[in-house]
């Protein structure tokens, strides 16, 4: 069992920057790959970016390409979520979550992760 705790949400203004982290309790984590998620009031949880279980490998949707960066402190068990120009459109609650079967690779739908996190809340201001 993985459990995942989000923190570092907030209001900010267009242009700005936030940090997310996700604190994860288990000796497992360093084998998760790891992704963040997102959602908009109405809308359906969306991919927002992922990394492998060594920190090797990304990949982000290409609305966040470029302003958003993945890292991982395996020492640590914790996630980041650096997030830079900030867009109104960012505004959403975001989840991190965890994969135990992505075998080194990374993986794009929400359902392919097991554990999630409470969510914590980003609001970007025009």
């Known amino acids: 069992q993985v459990q995942l705790v989000e923190s570092g949400g907030g209001l900010v203004q267009a242009g700005g920057s936030l940090r997310l982290s996700c604190a994860a309790s288990?000796?497992?984590?360093?084998?998760?790959?790891m992704g963040w998620f997102r959602q908009a009031p109405g809308k359906e949880r969306e991919f927002v970016t992922a990394i492998n279980w060594s920190g090797g490998s990304t990949y982000s949707t290409d609305s966040v390409k470029g302003r958003f960066t993945i890292s991982r402190d395996n020492a640590k068990n914790t996630v980041y979520l650096q997030m830079n120009s900030l867009k109104p459109e960012d505004t959403a609650v975001y989840y991190c979550a965890a994969d135990s079967d992505a075998w080194g690779g990374i993986r794009l739908t929400s359902h392919d992760y097991e554990y999630w996190g409470q969510g914590t809340q980003v609001t970007v201001s025009s």
């Open positions: 288990g000796r497992t984590f360093r084998t998760y790959a």
